[in-house]
């Protein structure tokens, strides 16, 4: 089993920045690859970006590329989610998974992929 609890949401105001954290259970967090996920109020979950279990590829959703910066701290069994020049349109709960398949080499933007997840933190950007 893998625990996950996110940290770091808030309220900002468009243009802000807020940094999101993820801290996991177990030994072995260098083999999961990690992503971040976002649901808005009445849409699907989407994908965010991710990153593998080195922490040497990453990979982003169109929307966030330039903005949003992921990045994980295997000695302290932590991702992060650098969330930079937010918009309104990137208000929803924030969650954070892990894919423990393939000792961690696969970078997925793919939920099914992902067989642990947190509970999700709010993020909320005024305008």
């Known amino acids: 089993q893998v625990q996950l609890v996110e940290s770091g949401g808030g309220l900002v105001q468009a243009g802000g920045s807020l940094r999101l954290s993820c801290a996991a259970s177990?030994?072995?967090?260098?083999?999961?690859?990690m992503a971040w996920f976002r649901q808005a109020p009445g849409k699907e979950r989407e994908f965010v970006a991710a990153?593998?279990?080195?922490?040497?590829?990453?990979y982003y959703v169109d929307s966030v590329k330039g903005r949003f910066i992921i990045s994980r701290d295997n000695a302290k069994n932590t991702v992060y989610l650098q969330m930079n020049s937010l918009k309104p349109e990137d208000t929803a709960v924030y969650y954070c998974?892990?894919?423990?398949?393939?000792?961690?080499?696969?970078?997925?933007?793919?939920?099914?992929?992902?067989?642990?997840w947190g509970q999700g933190t709010q993020v909320t950007v005024s305008s």
């Open positions: 177990g030994r072995t967090f260098s083999g999961y690859a």
């Open positions: 990153i593998n279990g080195i922490g040497s590829r990453t």
């Open positions: 998974a892990a894919d423990i398949s393939y000792g961690g080499s696969s970078v997925s933007s793919l939920k099914y992929e992902y067989d642990y």
